[in-house]
């Protein structure tokens, strides 16, 4: 479904190639990961072929490690797919929060 890091320096983005079920490639910025109800997630932010962000859309998908490997699942069941959402609002209002205190 999808191959996994392209790793930059501390200081750099780092990205993800995910490849479609149509062989179609996306270059997306990875936000964060986080857990909700015992499940790791990944936050993907679609980049452009300049690396700049690509409208709005974040992708969430299940997250695990394989071998070392990171490795993405589609969510497929609704109820696991809003609980994915309602935790990754609570890291965005925590990201605002830290903003504004800084």
């Known amino acids: 479904?999808?191959?996994?890091?392209?790793?930059?320096?501390?200081?750099?983005?780092?990205?993800?190639t995910l490849t479609l079920e149509d062989d179609e490639t996306i270059e997306c910025a990875v936000l964060t990961t986080f857990i909700a109800e015992e499940q790791e997630y990944i936050a993907l932010l679609p980049l452009d072929e300049n690396g700049d962000p690509e409208g709005e859309d974040?992708?969430?998908?299940?997250y695990s490690e394989e071998d070392g490997e990171p490795a993405l699942e589609n969510i497929e069941e609704d109820e696991e797919y809003e609980i994915a959402v309602d935790a990754f609002d609570e890291w965005l209002d925590e990201q605002e929060f830290e903003e504004i205190d800084d």
């Open 1 to 16: 479904m999808s191959e996994l890091m392209n790793q930059a320096s501390e200081d750099e983005l780092i990205t993800v």
């Open 58 to 62: 974040v992708y969430l998908y299940r």
